[in-house]
C-alpha cells in the first residue's frame, strides 16, 4: 500500500508500507538523493515476514515533491519528515534502519526524539559526534584523521552529468557509480545492478539527476553528548568492503553511542547486493527482537 503525506507546504512525501499492519512497525531511511526504492524488495521482503516495514522518498527523490530551488531546505528537514511519516501512519514507536545519509538521520532521532524509536540500526555512515576514535591499542584518532572517500568514488562524484543523456547512458553512469559502491570484495552483478535503477527510474517517472541534498545546509548536526547518552538499543553494521565509510567508521559509531553493538556483514560495501540481504536482514531482524 502506498500514499503521499503532507511534509511540509507544498511538500508532499511518497510513503509505502508492506507486511502485516499489526506487526511492529520499521522504517527504512535511504541515503542522499535515493529514493525508497533503493531499499530492494527481496530485502524489504524478508524484514516484511515479521514486520510493517515502512519505506519512503525524501524530499527530491522519487515521487516525493521536488522543490529545492524553490524552497531549501537543511539536512535536518529529512530528519523531521521522517517523524512527520511516522505521525501519519499513526506509529508511535518504531524500529529504525538507516543507511548512507539514512544513517546521520537516524542519529539525529536518536538524538532528538529517542522515544520514538523501539531500536536503531545504522550502516554505511559516519557519528555526529566529536568524540574521538580509540584505536584497540588505546591511541585516540581525532575524528577529522579517520579515513576518507575512496578516490575512485571521490572522482565519479566529481564528474559533472551531462544533462541531455539519454536513458540507457544515464544507466551506464548509475552502474559504474554502484561497481564503485560496491567494493571489491564480493562480485559486482552489473546486470542485477542495472535491473534495479531501471527500477527506480521506473518509479520516479524520469531519469533526472538531482543535487538537492549535496547542497543542503549541514549547520548543527553534531550530537555528541546526546549520543553519549543513549538508551535505544542501537545496532551498527561494520561493512569491511565499505568505500565512503571505511573501517574504523563503524567502530568509531559504536564507541561513541551509548551501549551500541558491532555486527560485521562480511563483503559488504555501501550497496545492497543480493548477497548480502539474507545476512543482514537476519542481524536486524535478531536486533529487532523478531
Do not use: K
Amino acid at each position: 500500500m502506498h500514499r503521499h503525506v503532507d511534509a511540509a507546504p507544498g511538500i508532499r512525501l511518497w510513503v509505502e508500507e508492506r507486511g502485516p499492519a499489526d506487526a511492529p512497525p520499521l522504517l527504512l531511511i535511504m541515503g542522499a538523493q535515493a529514493s525508497g526504492v533503493g531499499w530492494p524488495d527481496p530485502f524489504v521482503d524478508l524484514l516484511a515476514a515479521r514486520h510493517r516495514v515502512i519505506r519512503y522518498d525524501h524530499r527530491d527523490t522519487g515521487r516525493s515533491t521536488w522543490a529545492f530551488d524553490e524552497q531549501p531546505y537543511p539536512i535536518t528537514a529529512l530528519a523531521a519528515d521522517a517523524v512527520t511519516v511516522l505521525d501519519a501512519l499513526g506509529v508511535d514507536r518504531a524500529h529504525v534502519v538507516g543507511l548512507s545519509l539514512g544513517g546521520m538521520l537516524t542519529q539525529l532521532l536518536l538524538a532528538d526524539h529517542p522515544d520514538r524509536l523501539r531500536t536503531a540500526t545504522l550502516m554505511g555512515t559516519q557519528a555526529l559526534s566529536s568524540t574521538p576514535y580509540v584505536r584497540p591499542d588505546g591511541v585516540e584518532v581525532p575524528v577529522e584523521e579517520l579515513p576518507g572517500i575512496d578516490p575512485r568514488v571521490l572522482e565519479l562524484w566529481a564528474r559533472p552529468v551531462p544533462p541531455d543523456l539519454d536513458l540507457e547512458a544515464e544507466l551506464d553512469r548509475r552502474v559504474e557509480h554502484w561497481r564503485a559502491l560496491s567494493g571489491d570484495a564480493l562480485p559486482f552483478d552489473a546486470a542485477y545492478t542495472r535491473a534495479s535503477e531501471r527500477g527506480i527510474i521506473e518509479h520516479t517517472g524520469h531519469h533526472r539527476t538531482n543535487t538537492a541534498h549535496g547542497r543542503a545546509d549541514v549547520f548543527g548536526m553534531d550530537r555528541t553528548r546526546q549520543l553519549a547518552r543513549n538508551e535505544v538499543p542501537t545496532l551498527v553494521i561494520a561493512a569491511p568492503a565499505e568505500p565512503v565509510f571505511p573501517p574504523p567508521h563503524p567502530q568509531h559509531l559504536a564507541q561513541v553511542i551509548r551501549g551500541a553493538r558491532l555486527v560485521e556483514i562480511p563483503g559488504m560495501g555501501h550497496a545492497l547486493p543480493p548477497a548480502v540481504h539474507a545476512p543482514l536482514a537476519a542481524a536486524i531482524l535478531e536486533h529487532s527482537g523478531s
